[in-house]
């Protein structure tokens, strides 16, 4: 399977926005549930958000909803994770995986292909 790439994580300020990026060369991402999971140090990794590969369904964790959003490009075979009014407890290396033909789930292990990752930091 072709990778999936992460870009846009960095470092920023309490209240600040980042957004994002998961791209996968190579194959038809519209076919696939894209989800976006993180994992600070010392702690498991945790569900952020999904979004099924029709595009109409999303879901978020609830720690994340109102301030991120999950968006497809399919043109672009792109996921994007908007992320704003962040907050310290928001920094973690977040990652981004592929589900094919996936409805958006929550659980990790139905995910089958990963990305390496970008870090989030978020100072107070």
């Known amino acids: 399977q072709a990778p999936l790439v992460e870009s846009g994580g960095g470092m920023v300020q309490t209240g600040g926005s980042l957004r994002l990026s998961c791209v996968a060369s190579?194959?038809?991402?519209?076919?696939?549930?894209v989800g976006w999971f993180r994992q600070a140090p010392g702690k498991e990794r945790e569900f952020v958000a999904a979004?099924?590969?029709?595009?109409?369904?999303?879901t978020y964790a609830d720690s994340v909803k109102g301030r991120f959003t999950i968006s497809r490009d399919n043109a672009e075979n792109t996921v994007h994770l908007q992320m704003n009014s962040l907050k310290p407890e928001d920094t973690a290396v977040y990652y981004c995986?592929?589900?094919?033909w996936g409805s958006g789930s929550s659980y990790a292990p139905e995910y089958d292909s990963w990305g390496q990752g970008t870090q989030v930091t978020v100072s107070s």
């Open positions: 190579g194959r038809i991402f519209s076919s696939y549930a």
């Open positions: 995986a592929a589900d094919h």
């Open positions: 979004i099924a590969w029709s595009g109409g369904l999303t």
